[in-house]
């Protein structure tokens, strides 16, 4: 993600670069893009919404930096759940087109169990 300010005449104009990839660009354009155009819209800035759920099976996150993941939410009922996609890497279209949410991890190496809460971006 790239992110810099170009004077144009008395203006200041935003310039967003999002990544190659079609699952890192969405990622990038929701986190960052979306929210600036709802500031500059006049509708304050307002990030997506997200749930916390319960993980439904165990997953092993190698870690190194913070990702958002595919994932199914399924919120039938009173409690929520969520399962993390199995996908092939930001290329991975097919995959992004089944999920309808993002699962937020942190930067550390975890080993994430059933039951575990995690904070679903909706998309």
């Known amino acids: 993600l790239w992110f810099g300010i170009k004077n144009v005449g008395e203006r200041?104009?935003?310039?967003?670069?999002?990544?190659?990839?079609?699952?890192?660009?969405?990622?990038?354009?929701e986190l960052f893009v979306r929210p600036a155009i709802a500031a500059l819209a006049g509708r304050g800035f307002a990030q997506r919404s997200s749930v916390r759920a319960n993980l439904n099976h165990a997953y092993d996150y190698a870690g190194g930096r913070a990702a958002c993941l595919p994932a199914r939410l399924d919120d039938r009922g009173s409690e929520k759940s969520v399962g993390i996609l199995p996908w092939q890497g930001s290329a991975d279209l097919a995959t992004l087109a089944q999920a309808n949410g993002l699962v937020r991890l942190p930067t550390e190496k975890r080993r994430f169990k059933p039951g575990d809460m995690l904070d679903v971006l909706l998309i």
Do not use: E
């Open 12 to 29: 200041n104009v935003l310039v967003f670069g999002l990544p190659g990839n079609p699952v890192s660009s969405l990622v990038c354009f």
